[in-house]
């Protein structure tokens, strides 16, 4: 049993998708989540100031004694997971890649057409491509970037028409020309967008990472005997940039289940571990 916090982190609010997948699946769980809401998107950003400012927010995290590390974005997964397992080795450290990849290998064969959207970081970086091929190297694979995703979402434009005109300048041509039955949301914001996207292309399966990390955290939790029992714990939401968008979308994201919240603004110091 290990009553302590599970650490959160993410460049904005995508990363809060994870949060009632896992109270949920995890009731007796509380969480520290941090986003990077003042220097996000990290999508286009220069992956040297990434891992920068990911090492910030793991220091922060671990300094409040977390007993996990789990990093709610695909751009920190795709970039800075191995650094970070270097810098903190007797902290179990999750990546949301993995996980959604094993679940896609899971629910696909070479018969379909899978594509990955994502950040520009993201998708540059072919971590999903890697990952898929290591479990099916039959898999077909197409990614296209979507870097207006993230900065719509972060300004609570989601469910309009900018937003429907957004997803299909990006993915119209991509789902057609690549025959695409499979979508993977590789990046924790789109799920705030998930359901226009279902709308504009309802025969495609879309499969969400936020959930699927879910899995991988109980799994790990279970195999070091740290699941959370009897926690008095409040859940405790940190942004760079504590913004009323900010507060607005962890209420609906966090609506109808049984997370109790309390929200701090914190500007990060710069990282004094080396």
């Known amino acids: 049993?290990?009553?302590?916090?599970?650490?959160?982190?993410?460049?904005?609010?995508?990363?809060?998708?994870?949060?009632?997948?896992?109270?949920?699946?995890?009731?007796?769980?509380k969480v520290i989540y941090f986003g990077d809401t003042a220097r996000t998107p990290y999508g286009s950003k220069a992956p040297a100031t990434i891992k920068s400012f990911s090492m910030q927010i793991a220091d922060f995290?671990?300094?409040?004694?977390?007993?996990?590390?789990?990093?709610?974005c695909?751009?920190?997964?795709?970039?800075?997971?191995?650094d970070l397992r270097e810098r903190y080795p007797d902290i179990p450290i999750i990546g949301i890649i993995t996980p959604a990849a094993e679940r896609v290998a899971r629910v696909t064969s070479m018969g379909n057409h899978?594509?990955?959207?994502?950040?520009?970081?993201?998708?540059?970086?072919?971590?999903?491509?890697?990952?898929?091929?290591?479990?099916?190297?039959?898999?077909?694979?197409?990614?296209?970037?979507?870097?207006?995703?993230?900065p719509l979402i972060e300004e609570g434009i989601i469910n309009s028409d900018i937003m429907d005109l957004t997803i299909r300048y990006y993915m119209e041509d991509f789902v057609l020309e690549n025959r695409i039955d499979t979508m993977v949301l590789g990046c924790t914001h789109y799920p705030l967008i998930k359901s226009s996207i279902e709308r504009i292309f309802p025969d495609i399966k879309i499969v969400n990472p936020s959930e699927e990390i879910v899995f991988a955290i109980r799994d790990e939790l279970f195999k070091r005997d740290m699941q959370a029992q009897g926690s008095t714990l409040t859940n405790t939401f940190y942004a760079s940039d504590l913004s009323e968008n900010f507060i607005r979308m962890i209420e609906s994201i966090t609506s109808g289940s049984d997370v109790e919240v309390k929200f701090k603004n914190l500007e990060l110091p710069e990282s004094s571990k080396k």
Request: net charge negative; charged share 15%.
């Open 1 to 29: 049993m290990d009553n302590r916090a599970i650490g959160f982190f993410d460049s904005g609010l995508g990363g809060l998708t994870c949060i009632a997948p896992l109270a949920k699946l995890l009731p007796e769980e």
């Open 61 to 72: 995290l671990v300094s409040n004694d977390v007993k996990m590390l789990v990093i709610a």
């Open 74 to 82: 695909n751009t920190i997964s795709a970039t800075c997971l191995d």
């Open 114 to 150: 899978i594509g990955i959207i994502g950040t520009k970081v993201t998708i540059a970086s072919g971590a999903y491509e890697k990952a898929l091929h290591e479990l099916n190297p039959d898999l077909s694979i197409s990614s296209v970037a979507c870097p207006a995703f993230v």
